[in-house]
């Protein structure tokens, strides 16, 4: 880990780390015709993604695409991409593309090709935000998941699906050296069970603790 930043409350938590993720995606923007954010989905980033859809940014030119999307379809509450539609893509941030990870009517197997092609032209990540559950996972890559081992070899392919038991219903994830070559790495975590979880995942391999595959050089950012 770079950095373990603790912060005296989560609202400014997530205020801070707003503004952090809009002037990494802007000095992107000045090297580069366009910046690739990639984010998380759950419960965490919501006021992340409310604060940031209203900064100035010249969104047109930023790309989004979540770490993960669970396989259902948008109007579910557990969809990831609806979360993005409703919260960060909306206001000035309307104006940012969408990089799909979700194609009704298809298996996340038989989508995966087509998906990873429409990721690959917007790689390497500019700014990555990540999330991490209680039980270690972050992205879609579950402790004991099905095809873990296999996303977290260095030659993995950009895209894997994922079945486990604690994710509920089938995955779809980024894989982790796609996550591992962002050139700003984040992640973002809430209360002591979260906390407690990181400091164990510091002494486990990837394959126990998900999360401590992509640490390296990512600052953590933390509030109760
Ligand atoms: O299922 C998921 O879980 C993690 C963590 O979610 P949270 O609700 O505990 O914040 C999230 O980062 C991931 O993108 C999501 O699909």
Not at 82 to 109: D, Y
Not at 120 to 125: A, C, N
Not at 135 to 148: I, K, Q, R, V, Y
Not at 188 to 215: D, F, M, N, Q
Request: charge should be negative.
């Amino acid at each position: 880990m770079k950095e373990f930043v603790e912060y005296p409350d989560s609202e400014l938590m997530m205020l801070d780390l707003a503004d952090r993720l809009t002037a990494e995606l802007g000095e992107a923007l000045r090297g580069n015709d366009r910046a690739t954010f990639c984010v998380p989905g759950g419960t965490t980033p919501g006021p992340i993604f409310d604060v940031m859809s209203e900064q100035s940014l010249e969104w047109d030119r930023v790309f989004v695409v979540l770490n993960d999307e669970r396989w259902v379809e948008e109007d579910s509450p557990r969809s990831n991409t609806a979360l993005l539609k409703r919260k960060l893509l909306v206001s000035k941030a309307s104006e940012a593309n969408l990089i799909p990870l979700f194609k009704n009517g298809m298996a996340a197997e038989d989508a995966m090709e087509s998906l990873a092609e429409g990721l690959e032209p917007h790689l390497p990540i500019s700014v990555l935000l990540l999330g991490m559950g209680a039980d270690m996972h972050t992205a879609s890559l579950f402790p004991g998941a099905d095809n873990l081992m296999a996303a977290l070899d260095a030659d993995a392919p950009l895209l894997m699906p994922m079945r486990a038991e604690g994710a509920g219903e089938p995955r779809i994830t980024l894989t982790a050296p796609v996550l591992n070559d962002a050139l700003n790495k984040h992640v973002v975590i809430t209360g002591a069970e979260k906390r407690a979880a990181l400091e164990r995942a510091l002494k486990l391999p990837p394959e126990e603790a998900p999360i401590s595959a992509v640490l390296s050089g990512a600052t953590v950012h933390w509030a109760e």
